[in-house]
């Protein structure tokens, strides 16, 4: 697919104006939506129109964390691998290694609970009284002090029923709490004729 986009030397795509968003906003959606031949299209057609790699990279590493995130924390491993073998290899080798990272990013499972969580909680922290003091049981007290102030703490390692939820104010968390088990969805899909499985997490 590669070589067939570098064959066309006119592309539609302008570094500093709207064609440039559109084709960056189509290879987010097409990583969004787990189509990965679109996703290579769409970053090979910028790679030839000059963009700089290290901005496609920056993207697909956003994109680890904001749509992918905990579904498959490899992801973030895998985007910023490409940028060091980019910065290691140079272009034109360096195409494979982006490649690489697209097909995978648009394959594997999704989950945007981290970019959920941020401002739910920034606004949380910011609204609170207090800004949201940690529970008595949270605090740490010197060794000297009254059992009576540490009682409360329950161990996870040895109390294992005992969830994080247990040890802060429900009060102030409640409306934004975002540790749901995050949904995911298998995608497969082909990358040049070649099926691509992925397991929910």
Known sequence: M????????TLLYDRAGEEHYNVVSAFIKSLRGSDP???VYWMTRMLEAGEDPRFILRRMII??????GNADPQALQVATAALSAHEFVGLPESALNLSQAAAYLACAPKSNS???????LARTSASTERSGA??????????????RLRRDYRYPHVFETTTWRRTISRKNFAAASTTRR???ASSARSVNGSRIETEDR
Request: charged share 25%; glycine share 0%.
């Open 134 to 147: 940690p529970a008595p049981s949270l605090r740490t007290y010197p060794a000297d002090a009254r059992p």
């Open 2 to 9: 590669i070589d067939e986009v570098v064959q066309h030397k």
């Open 63 to 68: 994109f680890a964390s904001e749509d992918v």
């Open 37 to 39: 031949d679109a996703a």
């Open 114 to 120: 981290a970019l959920l969580a941020t401002p739910r």
């Open 182 to 184: 995050p949904k995911t």
